[in-house]
């Protein structure tokens, strides 16, 4: 079955960098929409970056400090986090969208993301 373990978060001062790292076994991620979402305490969850076969799209909040990357060799999906604000404080979660092989999403468990002003 589809796993997806992330990694990388924990505590930074604002400004500083996290690189999020998530690991995907089951699937094949070259030929799937993967995507990085973050819910922070009592807000709904909400996209923060997703990376198709050939598009990228950002969430206006973090375009400019946040980038997603895929190494397809590898099948893993990272998050570059730079210039961190207070306000990105969240757990982040890696998501596989649904597709026409794999008709459902898949999420991983989440990592905490810390940011201190």
């Known amino acids: 079955q589809v796993q997806l373990v992330e990694s990388g978060g924990g505590l930074v001062q604002a400004g500083g960098s996290l690189r999020l790292s998530c690991a995907a076994s089951?699937?094949?991620?070259?030929?799937?929409?993967m995507g990085w979402y973050r819910q922070a305490p009592g807000k709904q969850r909400e996209l923060v970056a997703i990376?198709?076969?050939?598009?990228?799209n950002y969430a206006d909040s973090v375009k400019g400090r946040f980038t997603i990357s895929r190494d397809n060799a590898k099948n893993m999906v990272y998050l570059q986090m730079n210039s961190l604000k207070p306000e990105d404080t969240a757990v982040y979660y890696c998501?596989?969208?649904?597709?026409?092989?794999?008709?459902?999403?898949?999420w991983g468990q989440g990592t905490q993301v810390t940011v201190s002003s």
């Open positions: 998501a596989q969208i649904r597709s026409v092989l794999w008709p459902q999403d898949y």
């Open positions: 089951g699937t094949i991620i070259s030929i799937n929409t």
């Open positions: 990376t198709g076969p050939s598009t990228i």
